[in-house]
T-cell receptor
Framework: ETGVTQTPRHLVMGMTNKKSLKCEQH?????MYWYKQSAKKPLELMFV???????ENNSVPSRFSPECPNSSHLFLHLHTLQPEDSALYLC????????????????FGAGTRLSVL | GQQVMQIPQYQHVQEGEDFTTYCNSS?????IQWYKQRPGGHPVFLIQ?????EVKKQKRLTFQFGEAKKNSSLHITATQTTDVGTYFC???????????FGKGTKLTVNP
């Protein structure tokens, strides 16, 4: 148990569905991240939130929409996904200074295995 | 932008053999981290190196940071089946705030 909980663990959705991934961290950290892990790109950073503000958006398609209501919770809203979006989606958190996002150790959740049909 | 290259992509060894994975950056790094991901699991932090030429050991694992702070290596002595997994390096360019992961080295160990 890393202190970062992701739900659901597995998700199957059609291309017209709307779903959300949830991440919760119990470590008191102030930065949270979404990563996509697939065979082609093992660990691809998608979004970074520091002190609940989005500070990084790595050219992710608009069909992925993140939300960070507070420093402990992070969501990834999904809509009209494509089959190539099937992957393991990992959430991570860290404790960073406001000027030093993603500086420190990343604590990963177990991930959500997403299949898009 | 910053790139972190990791080799080899795959490594298969017999139990008891040594294993090394190498990480190279296109730019000077302020620090480098190593993570291990077991099959079906998630990445778990192993260690962080900060100083030029730094060497750290964790039991059978030896981590090195190059003098120029552009490369790093992880060496496992006498591998065991519990070492199976993918090892990732992650580096941060000096002046940048983003952590960039290498593609990882997948280690399999034959008992």
């Amino acid at each position: 148990e890393t202190g970062v909980t992701q739900t659901p663990r597995h998700l199957v959705m059609g291309m017209t569905n709307k779903k959300s991934l949830k991440c919760e961290q119990h470590l008191g950290h102030n930065a949270m991240y979404w990563y996509k892990q697939s065979a082609k790109k093992p660990l691809e950073l998608m979004f970074v939130y520091s002190l609940e503000e989005r500070v990084e958006n790595n050219s992710v398609p608009s069909r992925f929409s993140p939300e960070c209501p507070n420093s402990s919770h992070l969501f990834l809203h999904l809509h009209t996904l494509q089959p190539e979006d099937s992957a393991l989606y990992l959430c991570a958190s860290s404790q960073d200074s406001p000027s030093g996002v993603a500086k420190n150790i990343q604590y990963f959740g177990a991930g959500t295995r997403l299949s898009v049909l | 932008g910053q790139q972190v290259m990791q080799i080899p992509q795959y490594q298969h060894v017999q139990e008891g053999e040594d294993f090394t994975t190498y990480c190279n950056s296109s730019t000077t790094l302020s620090n480098i981290q190593w993570y291990k991901q077991r099959p079906g699991g998630h990445p778990v932090f192993l260690i962080q190196l900060v100083k030029s030429g730094e060497v750290k050991k964790q039991k059978r694992l030896t981590f090195q940071f190059g003098e120029a702070k552009k490369n790093s290596s992880l060496h496992i002595t006498a591998t065991q089946t519990t070492d199976v997994g993918t090892y990732f390096c992650a580096g941060r360019e000096g002046g940048s705030e983003k952590l960039v992961f290498g593609k990882g080295t997948k280690l399999t160990v034959n008992p």
